[in-house]
């Protein structure tokens, strides 16, 4: 498989992933069917688009609606299995960081690939990784993650990014390197939820 070949899989994955946390919050929310839909496009198809505008480049899905189709597809089947069962809260977490770690990458990657320098290539990560969570939040009246004191969110995903950078400037594989790095940014954002890490804030001197 080709690194092009890679990143797109991923990313079809990373959408319908976070397409699925969009479902889980609308949950919480109670959002009717088109409500939850929208919630969960907004989710998965949010972060690519503020990237790729940013860079001038053609929305991403708007060049191939497959993107579209996966997360409104994830979204209905989501939406029709959350129903019949209760959905603990802090559970939309943990894929929404597999989403994070996804999303970092491939926008990351795809910044290296239009010749971004590597600063802002691994802010377009970050940007891809967040902007589809903050989102998601925000239709939900909710204070997005990313905004929420000494969580490690968008530090993780910047962490990823330039670990992706650093590791193919070192003549790493370009597959091998993504894959640590969302593994990296998996990790982090699993040891902040379940060992409760965050950064230091104001209120703690």
């Known amino acids: 498989m080709t690194l092009a070949e890679l990143l797109y899989w991923v990313g079809l994955a990373a959408v319908a992933v976070s397409a699925v946390t969009g479902v889980f919050e609308a949950e919480r929310k109670g959002l009717d069917l088109v409500g939850t839909v929208t ?18 480049h053609h929305v991403f899905w708007v060049a191939d609606q497959t993107y579209v189709v996966a997360a409104f597809a994830t979204g209905v089947i989501t939406f029709f299995l959350a129903r019949k069962r209760n959905i603990p809260p802090r559970l939309f977490l943990y894929p929404d960081a ?75 594989a370009p597959s091998l390197a993504a894959w640590l790095s969302a593994g990296l940014i998996f990790f982090l954002r699993w040891a902040s939820i379940a060992y409760r890490i965050h950064l230091p804030t104001f209120g703690q001197r």
């Open 39 to 56: 919630v969960a496009l907004a989710t998965g198809l949010g972060g690519g688009t503020l990237r790729d505008l940013l860079l001038q």
């Open 98 to 172: 597999l989403g994070l770690a996804l999303f970092t990458v491939i926008g990351t990657q795809f910044s290296l690939q239009w010749e971004a320098p590597w600063l802002v290539a691994s802010l377009m990560g970050v940007i891809t990784g967040v902007f589809g969570g903050v989102l998601r939040d925000i239709f939900c009246n909710q204070v997005p993650l990313v905004f929420l004191p000494g969580e490690l969110y968008a530090s993780a995903a910047w962490a990823g990014a330039l670990l992706l950078i650093a590791l193919q400037a070192l003549g790493v």
